[in-house]
């Protein structure tokens, strides 16, 4: 499971590397259904999402969540 997880992290850094965005937005979706506190999948969703939209505000919420004390979050 494990072993899984960090394949499904480095699958989606050559996306977002390349542009992809719509790829790379399906890949953090999947990654965060399987795995909720995946910190890098909701960091993808808040990157590549408008923060004004309802997904974007979610996934920004994620990472507060996961991550209260880090200061880059604000």
Not at 32 to 39: A, E, G, I, M, V
Not at 65 to 72: A, I
């Amino acid at each position: 499971m494990c072993k899984l997880f960090l394949s499904l992290e480095k699958l989606n850094h050559q996306p977002i590397k390349n542009n992809y965005n719509t790829q790379a937005l399906s890949i953090a979706k999947d990654l965060t259904l399987k795995y909720p506190r995946s910190f890098y999948g909701w960091k993808v969703l808040a990157a590549l999402q408008t923060s004004d939209s309802e997904s974007g505000r979610e996934a920004k919420n994620r990472l507060k969540e996961l991550d209260p004390f880090n200061p880059d979050l604000g």
